[in-house]
């Protein structure tokens, strides 16, 4: 049993990778900087001046943030790597300030919704990889169900519980016109 639903696991895994790796956005004419040190701090609350995505790694929440409000928080999963991206292939989650591409359907995770890693600056300084996005649980919930438990299971993406949640998220970003996502 315990085999099978690791082989299952791994299965999903080879997935996420294979199909979404032309799913990085191009970024908007005018670039989101990449976060600076001293600027996290800033990040701990919703910023009063405009509409942002944050994840808060440490607690595994994803909120939605305007106008110095939060206006929806979910669980998330991140990477089974850890954090702090550098190499395609890590499995790891980026950290920093990057553009948000809008959502669009996917046939493995109901909605992915694209994130500009790596910036332009980052690939200056060897950052690779890509196809890195914010999405909801894989299609097949029978055969992964299991893997919206567990906390770090993508390849790098942050991943919600739920197609509602994933839903929800989406409409937010396309309704505020949002995009930018921190990453802490």
């Not at 669980?75 to 950290?95: Q, S």
């Not at 359907?105 to 980052?122: A, C, K, L, N």
């Amino acid at each position: 049993m315990h085999v099978r639903l690791l082989r299952q696991f791994l299965f999903g895994v080879t997935l996420c990778s294979t199909f979404l790796t032309a799913c990085t956005p191009k970024p908007p004419p005018e670039e989101v900087p990449p976060l600076q040190v001293e600027e996290r701090d800033e990040y701990r609350t919703c910023p009063r001046e405009r509409s942002i995505v944050q994840v808060d790694t440490l607690a595994y929440r994803l909120r939605l943030c305007h106008a110095g409000r939060e206006e929806g928080s979910f669980r998330v999963a991140l990477g089974r790597g850890g954090l702090n991206k550098r190499v395609e292939g890590d499995a790891r989650t980026p950290l920093g300030r990057y553009y948000l591409g809008l959502g669009r359907p996917s046939d493995y995770f109901h909605t992915f919704i694209p994130v500009g890693y790596p910036t332009p600056e980052q690939k200056r300084q060897g950052y690779s990889g890509g196809a890195i996005g914010i999405h909801g649980p894989h299609q097949d919930p029978d055969r992964y169900k299991d893997t919206v438990r567990l906390s770090n299971w993508t390849l790098g993406c942050i991943a919600v519980p739920s197609r509602e949640d994933i839903e929800k998220i989406a409409a937010w970003v396309k309704d505020k016109h949002v995009m930018e996502v921190v990453i802490q």
